[in-house]
């Protein structure tokens, strides 16, 4: 049986699925079809129900909690790693309301994360999130909110921090910090689901043993990206949460689920949120 996979070409994800996708564990009968796109429009992908099994922001999985179940492997999800809100030195000072701000799609949590420290900010323009250091430097915007390697960049091009996005959530819920994670489509026989969160499981830890062997995978798809960049990146996203989750990683899934529909951003449900034990 061969699954459509959706992930990011970002070296977290190519990192993460390298051995799934390339043959270096046993997959048995199971066979997966990459298809790599922006997380945002990833999340718009799984909203139209296209994919099988896909990456998508936590905000955006919250939404669709009646189709998609989540795979306790492969989530990008810990501490000291959220989004940042950066500007211009001259725009730093302006506040929320009164700032244009890029923010990298409306249903990543990026987005969510702006939100919970800004309710404010309602001045906001989506674009692809390799795009929003430019669009500030330009003047494009007034702000920006920044994710991925992007982090690791916006110094040495004049741009400040206005604020740690993921610090703030932080500080005031005392829980990780959920960006995005791996989740199933509930069309998929159970059997099945947890035989792809098994396999899911063992190419994190092949990559996580064999960093080496998936760097030619990742670089293909990181080519204009610095090594160190990138590995800084890899670093960053792929933790203990990726390989499991855990119950420090769960509380923190559904404090973010609860906190969205105590601010009205989601209606109350009980659909499932994880794959069925």
Same mark, same amino acid.
């Given at each position: ?82 989004? #940042? &809100?950066?500007?211009?030195? %001259?725009? !730093?000072?302006?506040? $929320? =309301? *009164? ?99 098994? #396999? &899911?499981?063992?190419?994190? %830890?092949? !990559?996580?043993?064999? $960093? =080496? *062997? ?64």
């Amino acid at each position: 049986m061969t699954y459509t996979l959706g992930f990011s070409p970002c070296p977290n994800d190519t990192f993460i699925f390298d051995a799934l996708i390339h043959g270096k564990i046993e997959t048995g009968d199971l066979k997966f079809e990459p298809v790599l796109l922006d997380v945002e429009e990833l999340n718009q992908r799984a909203a139209e129900g296209a994919l099988d099994i896909t990456k998508l922001s936590f905000n955006a999985l919250m939404h669709l909690t009646d189709r998609y179940r989540l795979l306790d492997s492969g989530a990008a999800l810990g501490r000291n790693c959220g989004p #940042l &809100l950066i500007a211009r030195p %001259e725009t !730093a000072d302006l506040r $929320p =309301e *009164q700032a244009t701000i890029a923010i990298p799609g409306e249903r990543t949590t990026a987005n969510f994360l702006m939100g919970f420290a800004y309710p404010e900010a309602l001045n906001k323009k989506a674009m692809l999130f390799s795009e929003i250091e430019r669009a500030v430097l330009e003047g494009e915007v007034d702000q920006g909110v920044i994710i991925h390697e992007n982090r690791f960049t916006y110094a040495e091009k004049g741009l400040v921090k206005v604020r740690d996005l993921g610090e703030y959530w932080e500080g005031q819920t005392g829980h990780a910090i959920p960006l995005g994670g791996i989740a199933v489509h509930s069309r998929i026989e159970p059997q099945a689901q947890k035989e792809i969160e098994r #396999l &899911l499981r063992r190419s994190v %830890e092949y !990559a996580r043993a064999n $960093p =080496e *062997q998936t760097e030619e995978y990742v670089r293909c798809h990181a080519q204009e990206m610095d090594r160190e960049v990138m590995y800084q990146h890899i670093d960053l996203y792929v933790n203990d949460y990726t390989v499991t989750l855990g119950s420090n990683g769960r509380s923190a899934v559904e404090f973010m689920r609860a906190e969205m529909v105590r601010q009205g951003l989601l209606s109350k449900t009980d659909s499932p949120l994880y794959v069925s034990p």
